[in-house]
Nanobody
Framework: QVQLVESGGGLVQPGGSLRLSCAVSGSVFGIYFMGWFRQAPGKQRELVSQLNSDGRTKYIDSVKGRFTISRDNVKNTVYLQMNSLRPEDTAVYYC??????????WGQGTQVTVSS
């Protein structure tokens, strides 16, 4: 059974940085998609960034140039480095692992608050 555990959220001032971590346990193999989603109060959950098993990445326009998704295969951890944070980045951030035909897994979420 795959489990995802996020960490690294918190309160940061505008312009600051945070790094979110998603520790992955269990069997992950073949084609998969690792994603960071976020959900702000009163809004739908949205995909912020995705890292595929082939190494390709994608980002929503509002975070391009500011956020970077990466993985450490030794630590089985996926990261989201967030720089130049803005108040509109405030949300609960969720890690997601999609294995087509095998499962769709979510972490518990971590709160990111950008405020002065």
């Amino acid at each position: 059974q795959v489990q995802l555990v996020e960490s690294g959220g918190g309160l940061v001032q505008p312009g600051g940085s945070l790094r979110l971590s998603c520790a992955v346990s269990g069997s992950v193999f073949g084609i998969y998609f690792m994603g960071w989603f976020r959900q702000a109060p009163g809004k739908q959950r949205e995909l912020v960034s995705q890292l595929n098993s082939d190494g390709r990445t994608k980002y929503i326009d509002s975070v391009k140039g500011r956020f970077t998704i990466s993985r450490d295969n030794v630590k089985n951890t996926v990261y989201l480095q967030m720089n130049s944070l803005r108040p509109e980045d405030t949300a609960v951030y969720y890690c997601n692992l999609l294995q087509p035909g095998s499962g769709d897994y979510w972490g518990q979420g971590t709160q990111v608050t950008v405020s002065s």
